[in-house]
């Protein structure tokens, strides 16, 4: 954490302005310590709640992908995204998906994006589409 030994500091947001002084707090503030406290426990809880999210969604979207509900694990792999995780596995999911939809440009990138993760079966995906492509 940073510690303020002054009790103002000077600022200048741009050069034209004028130099004002801005009062400080002191960090050792039993007050603001426990803001600061309470404040981390809280992205804390909500960095849990938000993997916590990202696997329910991406064990729905393995349920889906076993059941051939394609449509579903594009949904499902949406929502497990949009929380922030990534892995190349959820990435791949996707791609197949589209590409048993016949969306080959959507599975392409997802499958890129799989492979930047570390998903080898992604990668082996990319090959098999390019080779697909060359054939044609």
Request: hydrophobic share 35%; with cysteine; glycine share 4%.
């Amino acid at each position: 954490m940073l510690c303020m030994m002054a009790l103002n500091a000077n600022a200048q947001v741009y050069s034209y302005d004028t130099w004002t002084q801005l009062p400080t707090t002191d960090l050792y503030d039993t007050q603001t310590m426990n803001m600061a406290l309470a404040h981390a426990e809280m992205r804390a809880r909500v960095e849990a709640r938000k993997q916590a999210l990202f696997e329910h969604y991406t064990s729905q979207a393995i349920d889906a992908f076993r059941n051939s509900q394609w449509s579903s694990v594009i949904y499902f792999a949406n929502q497990a995204l949009d929380t922030s995780y990534y892995n190349g596995d959820i990435y791949y999911l996707r791609g197949y998906a589209n590409e048993q939809l016949g969306d080959l440009r959507q599975a392409k990138k997802d499958y890129r994006k799989g492979k930047k993760y570390g998903c080898y079966q992604a990668t082996a995906a990319l090959q098999s589409l390019k080779a697909r492509k060359k054939r044609r």
